[in-house]
């Protein structure tokens, strides 16, 4: 065989085998691309799930705990705010149903005031039972006061408030400096806390040059 023709072969066998080599790295990437879901077999035939399989899996267990994690501190939140709201509905139906028990003892304590406002006539009750019925004033008071009820202050002189006095009359004067001051404390007014349960009922001083 001549050198020319030896060559020429060499050639396309050397054209021929780059293009099978070419081929070949062509499917293995084809292979490697693909979405083909290949499982394992044991030793008894049985089919195993592949990497790929058990990745999916975890994905989705993955995705699944977080949805329940999310779900579940969506409800625990819930449950706060009910907690949250149930206590203060309670504490308010506590607060009004105080309210309303100690609106049902002022009246008492009007009577021992109208009892005790006449000094002169009550100095002359037999002693025993004027201390004992001053006690138990001072223990409903005291009770009371455990309960966060207190009087409100008022006394002659002081300047009327609005927030706290209410006035029921008013006595003229002529002297400047007592206008709109107390006159006289008709009754006494009570508060829960900072919530004015009644407020104290009062005679004003009002001035010829002033109206209240």
């Known amino acids: 065989m001549k050198d020319d023709e030896m060559k020429e072969i060499n050639t396309e066998n050397e054209q021929t085998d780059s293009q099978t080599v070419s081929g070949m790295t062509t499917d293995m990437a084809d292979i490697a691309d693909a979405d083909v879901e290949f499982v394992e077999e044991d030793g008894e035939g049985n089919t195993k799930p592949t990497e790929k399989k058990l990745k999916e899996k975890l994905a989705k267990a993955i995705e699944e705990k977080q949805e329940y994690l999310n779900n579940w501190q969506r409800e625990r939140a819930d449950f706060q705010n009910y907690k949250k709201d149930e206590t203060t509905r309670l504490l308010r139906n506590r607060e009004i149903a105080t309210e309303r028990f100690i609106e049902e003892l002022l009246p008492v304590l009007d009577a021992y005031d109208m009892a005790f406002a006449n000094k002169d006539a009550w100095e002359k009750v037999e002693k025993n039972w004027r201390v004992g ?7 409903l008071l005291k009770v009371l006061a ?3 009820v207190t009087p409100i202050d008022g006394n002659v002189g002081d300047v009327f408030d609005h927030n706290l006095h209410e006035s029921i009359e008013s006595v003229e004067t002529d002297d400047q400096s007592k206008d709109h001051t107390l006159a006289q404390i008709i009754q006494s007014g009570y508060k829960i806390g900072e ?3 009644r407020p104290v009922r009062v005679k004003v001083f009002k001035s010829n040059e002033s109206s209240i």
Not at 133 to 139: L, S
């Open 146 to 148: 455990e309960n966060g």
């Open 195 to 197: 919530r004015i349960l």
């Open 133 to 139: 019925v001053e006690y138990i004033h001072q223990q």
